[in-house]
């Protein structure tokens, strides 16, 4: 009568165990399992020191309970007593008790100091007197494309050029008229929300030249997952000649190269398709507004709400008439006749 029962809790058993032995080596396998990416920026270090931390008491706490309950299970199994038989009754142990409570309490306040410890080093934004300098840019998030503005005035969408080595400071917020994203690169730091009407501050110091990929962490809207960002790590004197050039081609509207393609890609390809055939937004390649400007900046300063189902964000809102010029220059050369 009972031994169907046995027989199937046996066959679960065995079914859980064998498929968390098949998560085992995925699970271990670096940066595709639960490992943390290599971090290269000072704060995405004390980051990863306080995962690692927290996962040895986490693998302690696991292993030491769930040895102890196998155990148990197997120590005080019925053996031949009847099914209804209460086994022996066990009171009070004063030493057991206590180590089930101090232990866990010097857990708590191991990891506790660990972190407030670590948090400094992640938290606060290095001082703009020290030796490196520091790299001020404002950083604006949107439906559905990152805003870089440096403090001589230069733009970039989506893709962050700083120096190696040194301080970036930034502060990121997003459009009044936006909704809330998150700013998350990874190899160089934690994440911080991009709020409306806010500016929360963080910060990283590159350690190496190279790119580094990150995404908008917080759902907020029908392309967020391509709200993708990339900071390039370039040498000092690469990155000045850059930041010049990219400010002089605003300056003198010759920028449709650079920066225009940047915002067609960044701000108008994600919705309506790379080569303007249509995605989530309509296909616009053969529209006569992206080759007529005052149309084409009222549309990008207002948006556009048809019905409620795929309204256009007003994008170009918060633009400068030198962005407005390298799209629209950048449109016409592209689209143009
Ligand atoms: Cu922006 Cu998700």
Redesign the pocket.
């Known amino acids: 009568m009972h031994a169907p029962v046995r027989k199937s809790s046996l066959v679960a058993v065995v079914g859980a165990v064998a498929y968390a032995l098949a998560l085992v080596t995925p699970a271990l396998a670096g940066n595709a399992g639960f490992a943390p990416v290599t971090p290269d920026s000072p704060n995405a270090h004390s980051i990863t020191d306080v995962y690692w931390f927290i996962t040895g008491f986490v693998l302690f706490v696991l292993v030491g309970v769930e040895g102890v309950l196998v155990a148990f299970v197997w120590r005080y199994r019925r053996r031949k007593r009847a099914r209804n038989a209460d086994g022996p009754q066990i009171h009070g142990s004063t030493r057991l008790e206590s180590m089930w409570t101090l232990i866990p309490v010097a857990i708590v306040v191991a990891v506790a100091t660990f972190v407030f410890v670590k948090l400094p080093g992640i938290k606060n934004v290095p001082s703009a007197n020290a030796a490196a300098g520091r790299l001020e840019v404002t950083v604006t998030?949107q439906?559905?494309s990152w805003q870089f503005t440096y403090s001589n005035g230069a733009v970039a969408i989506d893709r962050l050029r700083v120096p190696v080595d040194e301080p970036v400071h930034l502060t990121v917020t997003a459009p009044d008229w936006d909704v809330i994203?998150?700013w998350w690169i990874p190899a160089l730091g934690g994440k911080i929300d991009a709020i409306p009407g806010r500016l929360n501050h963080t910060w990283f110091t590159a350690r190496k030249l190279g790119t580094f990929g990150g995404r908008?962490?917080?759902?907020?809207?029908v392309q967020?997952a391509a709200?993708l960002m990339t900071v390039e790590v370039m040498s000092r004197a690469q990155f000045e000649q850059w930041e010049a050039q990219r400010l002089q081609q605003q300056e003198s509207r010759t920028a449709k190269d650079t920066l225009g393609q940047e915002e067609w890609t960044g701000s108008c390809g994600k919705c309506h398709g790379l080569s303007g055939q249509g995605l989530v937004g309509p296909s616009i390649a053969a529209s006569g507004i992206v080759q007529n400007e005052t149309q084409l900046t009222a549309l990008l300063r207002n948006g556009l709400r048809r019905g409620s189902k795929a309204p256009m964000p007003p994008v170009g809102r918060g633009w400068s008439q030198a962005q407005l010029d390298a799209l629209a220059a950048y449109l016409k050369e592209r689209f143009g006749s």
Do not use: I
């Not at 908008?216 to 809207?221: F, T």
């Open positions: 998030g439906q559905f994203h998150s908008c962490a917080e759902l907020c809207g967020h709200m």
